[in-house]
């Protein structure tokens, strides 16, 4: 049975697909920031509800969930929630069915927590009116319900204005031939028994990046066996990206298709380096912040999916010699952090001196954003990005100053750390990512957990986003050590 979330696995890639049915322990685990997605699914699956009055909830999944859909097709109901279809080899259950006004057919309402209509979202309608009509039932339009991000909370909210419904039909319309045809593959797909497979491996669309590729080649150690029947770009990708050995490969295998083993380099250009660094003013603030986005806005004045600042960490050099200070800011109360936060920030944060952080756009970006909501600190805010020093233009592989063959020509703070500062792990950390921070927040600062787990949850919160300013500190005095 091909269900949409199955097939929606097989759009991402048919290797998905095939690992989330056959192997599904090789597919990287849940994180509490996509557990957090989920849930906020959920909720605004939920709160969609409220654009459509008198609606009945379907309940049960698959035979169920189809029996009940059944019966309810049959009564007088307009609006049915969470209904369920099975047809043939395919079966799904869509999010609303509504009624047409004519009343000789079903409108699919699909809702998403996007801000837009993406190319994915018409692959997954289209799937749901195949199966349904498939299964004998008409259905007239097809529209896709979505978050407006223009929408601006002001007390409770208000459903109508939060979200948008667009008409797709045209759309899914046009392109149900070839999910028809996409169906048929990921039925095939479904029917693969073998490993390691070179269809699986040759299907997918983006062997440069995919993550589900890696994933079953490195659960398949027996793929080296039919290196030779890899598409040339798919193994040269594997082998760029470290995920195929090319010791196990035959030599006139890796010639034919152009793989030369990459050198092992470092290059510093100290010249450079330290044109950029005499830009520095003493005192040094080594600054990040944490920040939380939501598809339903918390807050009054806040919109969907605006990244607001609930946690900062800051450290201080007063001279190339000086010891560092640390000061940090972490929200604990449910409501916007801004005031609380810019208030402390003012008091930390010295009038002269530069303000050193890891990709200038995102801090600046909020730095701007809360000026326009905060007045009273725009001035403040606007100097404190006047101040700014982007660490991370020093590793940009295309400026040529600080280049190692281990940043895979990558610049992300967790690229560079372990390479440069290996003693100032993340994995030993609770909390690794900013994501998982980010997902942290909404937790301590509910009322369903107990005091001894919020104080748990608050020290790791505070040691990751330190952290970061750590790590800022480290490469920055590893920096200098290289250039002397």
């Known amino acids: 049975m091909l269900t949409k979330s199955d097939f929606i696995n097989y759009i991402k890639c048919p290797v998905y697909l095939w690992l989330s049915k056959y192997m599904p322990d090789l597919l990287p685990k849940d994180t509490p920031e996509k557990e957090r997605n989920f849930a906020e699914g959920r909720e605004v699956d939920e709160l969609s509800k409220k654009l459509f009055s008198e609606g009945v909830d379907i309940k049960g999944y698959n035979q169920e969930g189809w029996e009940n859909t059944k019966k309810a097709l049959m009564g007088s109901y307009r609006v049915l929630f969470q209904p369920t279809v099975i047809a043939g080899p395919l079966t799904c259950r869509a999010d609303i069915l509504t009624k047409s006004k004519k009343g000789d057919s079903w409108d699919i309402n699909e809702v998403k927590k996007a801000t837009t209509v993406k190319e994915d979202y018409i692959y997954d309608v289209g799937f749901q009116r195949i199966c349904f009509e498939n299964a004998g039932i008409k259905i007239g339009r097809t529209n896709l319900v979505h978050i407006n991000r223009d929408y601006v909370r002001h007390g409770e909210i208000e459903v109508g204005k939060l979200f948008i419904s667009e008409d797709i039909t045209n759309k899914v319309n046009k392109k149900l031939p070839a999910i028809e045809e996409e169906i048929e593959k990921a039925l095939e797909i479904l029917k693969i028994q073998s490993r390691p ?7 997918c669309s983006n062997p440069k990046r995919c993550k589900y590729l890696e994933c079953y080649c490195k659960g398949v150690p027996e793929i080296h066996s039919i290196a030779d029947k890899i598409s040339q770009e798919h193994l040269l990708s594997l082998l760029n990206r470290e995920i195929l050995n090319p010791k196990k490969i035959q030599p006139d295998i890796l010639k034919s298709i152009g793989y030369e083993s990459k050198e092992e380099f470092t290059r510093i250009d100290a010249s450079a380096i330290r044109r950029e660094l005499k830009k520095l003013e003493y005192p040094l603030y080594f600054f990040d912040y944490e920040t939380h986005k939501s598809a339903i806005p918390l807050f009054d004045g806040t919109k969907p999916y605006q990244q607001i600042p609930f946690q900062y960490s800051l450290m201080k050099k007063d001279s190339p010699t000086a010891p560092v200070e640390h000061t940090e800011f972490l929200m604990h109360r449910f409501e916007n952090p801004m005031s609380d936060l810019l208030s402390q920030l ?20 909020r730095n701007k954003e809360m000026a326009k909501m905060r007045p009273l600190f725009a001035d403040f805010l606007k100097s404190v990005n006047r101040r700014i020093f982007d660490l991370m233009l020093i590793f940009k592989f295309k400026n040529h100053m600080y280049n190692k063959s281990e940043f895979k020509e990558l610049a992300s703070l967790k690229i560079i750390l372990p390479v440069l500062c290996p003693e100032l792990s993340y994995d030993t950390l609770a909390i690794r990512e900013g994501g998982e921070a980010s997902a942290s927040w909404p937790v301590l600062i509910s009322d369903k957990i107990s005091a001894k787990e919020k104080l748990q949850i608050e020290k790791d919160m505070l040691t990751y986003c330190k952290r970061d300013t750590e790590a800022m500190v480290g490469i920055l005095d590893r920096v200098i050590k290289d250039i002397k």
Do not use: H, Y
């Not at 497979?197 to 299907?203: A, Y």
């Not at 009038?351 to 990709?359: A, M, T």
């Open 346 to 365: 003012k008091r930390d944060l010295g009038p002269k001196g530069s303000v050193i952080v890891w990709c200038a756009t995102f801090e600046m970006s």
């Open 197 to 203: 497979n070179l269809q699986l491996i040759n299907g």
